[in-house]
């Protein structure tokens, strides 16, 4: 079945960096699209980052874009998330999924700013 695995959330100071990852399994990740979601209790999903599925393409949120850098090792089924210059407003978990996204989704991974 498709799964998500995420981790590397943590408590970060603002300006601080981080590095999510997640690995995928029960379909062809090689051959789609990639995508990095937020969601927080009560808020809407949002759409933070998307590869192509070879990696020649990447787009971003208006709102992270800049500080974030989505990438991906197709060998191991892995995408990532760098995460530069942290503001409080990123607060929240991250998901990642296919783009447009499968039906399931992983646990996330909770990314707090704090001082």
């Known amino acids: 079945q498709v799964q998500f695995v995420e981790s590397g959330g943590d408590l970060v100071q603002p300006g601080g960096s981080l590095r999510l990852s997640c690995v995928a399994s029960?379909?062809?990740?090689?051959?789609?699209?990639m995508s990095w979601y937020r969601q927080g209790p009560g808020s809407e999903r949002e759409l933070v980052a998307t590869i192509t599925w070879l990696g020649g393409t990447t787009t971003y949120a208006d709102s992270v874009r800049g500080r974030f850098t989505i990438s991906r090792d197709n060998a191991i089924n892995a995408v990532y998330l760098q995460m530069n210059s942290l503001k409080f407003e990123d607060t929240t978990k991250y998901y990642c999924n296919r783009f447009p996204p499968a039906r399931e989704w992983g646990q996330g991974t909770q990314v707090t700013v704090s001082s």
């Open positions: 029960g379909f062809a990740f090689s051959m789609a699209a």
